[in-house]
């Protein structure tokens, strides 16, 4: 994301990182080879699909980082890249500690972020897997410092509550965990035995820990509403199915690679 | 790589697997989504750029994975990511341990496999990387079981000694490190500080440390020379260069993505 087109800050490092780079232009370098526009990435927790990323963002300037305490004790521990990464180009941490109801506003390439603490699961390999203490993953909320307008980002959401709620309220456009359409889907597709909640999504579908989330869209007043972060398991993916045509009729978008939006 | 077409083996695990992946039919799961005819994955070394892919193979079945103790080492000392993968399809780990002049030949799949020393250096993230003991690197010796052709694969390959000089001579094709054209590639480009040595590389050209890559290709008796390895800043990936002329002259080969060879 950018305010200018000139900075652009990257919400998560997924693993296909350097094919996304290739695929933006105006994320070429631009004052030499080594050169990036990529001026900061914020991780919403340390999923490995989340964070593989930061190794193919080693040969540039030093990473400026934003993640929470939790995310940066799962990279310096468990699997620690960013220990890794001190032998390249290296990385600035700049913590997010999450707080109920949105923590610090921090000004990034004239943008302001502000993480928020979302229901959800730490990482399989991370030692917090089984605390089911409180959550410790970020969703974002992402201003223009210009506009004013507002983004809420969280590719990874176990349950919409009241908190969740008025985050959904205040954004011009929301994108949301569209991993799953039911509960059981990786169960019924043979693919797994874990349920949406064992790994910290919630359906699109209502089930038996109660809505889903189009209900929880349904409800929301955003312009824009995207469902991020499918699973190749969710029926949505199939353009031509009953679900899509379902999250057309709510107004419910399903978004692919290179999708550009404008807040 | 393959002897039947149907069971394949990768060397090394490149952060960019998933797309090819997604390229090549061949590795495309048959007998339902989770399945994968990867057999296993043999390593040369635990350089980022050769074992960040290993985290994008976590969803189908245990991984089998040949490598050397020293790499083994790295991947679940500085760089965990074996122990990561632990909580998702797991890692079963064949150790290749380097011997002089080749270890034991180890059976893939329909094809036969020997780690071979070669001079390099471990990967700057390594407690290893200052060690100047002996070498750890690995390269492979690859056998087809069924016609006897052998093929050497050697991404990083500092020196060309007597020994390596026996495993060139005893393939059909070789494949080797391509990574800089002269010594001094990075430092002129201004793309960094180190040399080609540095980096545990032999360059193509001549240099203060002798005679380079090329040479050591024109004295070897193999079909087929092939580069790999290939840094973004080597001038023999411009095809129109006069570089690129000077190895089509000596019968050299530059490997791109989607390469296919038959041995």
Redesign the interface.
């Known amino acids: 994301m950018s305010a200018d087109g000139e900075r652009w800050v990257l919400l998560n490092a997924s693993?296909?990182i350097?094919?996304q780079l290739r695929a933006s232009p105006a994320l070429w370098p631009r004052h030499?080879?080594?050169d990036s526009p990529i001026e900061a990435v914020v991780l919403m927790d340390s999923q490995?699909d989340h964070v593989?990323?930061l190794?193919?963002l080693?040969e540039g300037s030093r990473l400026q980082l934003y993640c929470t305490p939790e995310s940066h004790e799962d990279l310096t521990g468990?699997?620690?890249?960013l220990?890794?990464?001190?032998?390249?180009s290296g990385v600035r941490w700049h913590p997010m500690p999450l707080e109920p109801g949105g923590g610090a506003w921090h000004e990034v390439a004239g943008l302001r972020l502000q993480a928020v603490p979302v229901p959800g699961k730490a990482?399989?390999?991370s030692p917090r897997?089984q605390a089911e203490a409180r959550s410790d993953n970020a969703a974002v909320m992402i201003e223009d410092s210009a506009s004013g307008r507002r983004l809420f980002y969280a590719p990874g959401l176990a349950r919409v509550g009241e908190a969740e709620r008025r985050c959904l309220d205040g954004c011009d456009t929301v994108l949301v965990d569209g991993t799953f359409w039911s509960e059981d889907e990786m169960v019924v597709?043979?693919?797994g035995k874990k349920h949406a909640a064992d790994m910290g999504h919630l359906p699109q579908c209502d089930g038996p820990h109660g809505p889903g989330m189009l209900r929880a869209l349904d409800a929301c007043a955003a312009r824009r509403k995207v469902l991020i972060h499918i699973n190749?398991?969710n029926p949505i993916l199939d353009e031509d199915g009953p679900e899509r045509a379902e999250l057309v009729r709510r107004g419910i978008e399903v978004a692919f690679d290179g999708m550009e939006l404008e807040i």
Request: no cysteine; aromatic share 6%.
């Open positions: 693993p296909d350097g094919a030499g080879l080594r490995i593989a990323g190794l193919s080693r468990s699997l620690p890249l220990k890794a990464l001190e032998s390249y990482p399989p390999y897997r597709a043979g693919l190749n398991s």
